[in-house]
């Protein structure tokens, strides 16, 4: 049976899911390894950001991989519970990445963070902040020069 760190329980505490809501989920790799400097382990691992099989009811409005983390801005539809559209994308980008890194088990961490967004909080805004990533990060000086992006209002 798979033991739960005291930090997953936290994360874990008092998440909700609701129907409809939009969650600012971020996940990190396992140990940090940034398994997304290779170009195509990222691309295979972004194919999934879209894949509507993946998010079943759910809708990515904003996402940005980075080398060793990801941020997926996301609504859920009336069907799909949070964690069950996050270890859909998580399993399948996990396979993705194996297949090229000719390894096996999660790239993932256990645990993600989720921030549901209060009413008042700007959609657009928290999209801009979620896609300039890569600018903070310094690994661009134009987010228009990183690939591993996208937002429903481009």
Known sequence: MQKISSGQRALRKG???????MYHVTTATVDRREFFRDFSV??????CCENK????????LAWVLMPDHVHWLLQLGAKDDLSSVVNRLK???????????????????KSFHDHALRA????????????????????????HNYPFWDAIWL
């Open 91 to 109: 399993s399948a980008s996990s396979r993705r990445a194996n297949k090229i890194l000719g390894q096996k088990g999660s790239i993932w961490q």
């Open 53 to 60: 099989f993946l998010l079943g009811d759910a809708q990515m």
């Open 42 to 47: 990222a691309t295979a691992v972004a194919s």
């Open 15 to 21: 998440r909700v899911s609701l129907p409809h809501q």
């Open 120 to 143: 008042e909080e700007d959609v657009r805004a928290i999209a801009r902040y979620i896609v300039a990533n890569p600018l903070r990060a310094g690994l661009v000086d134009n987010v």
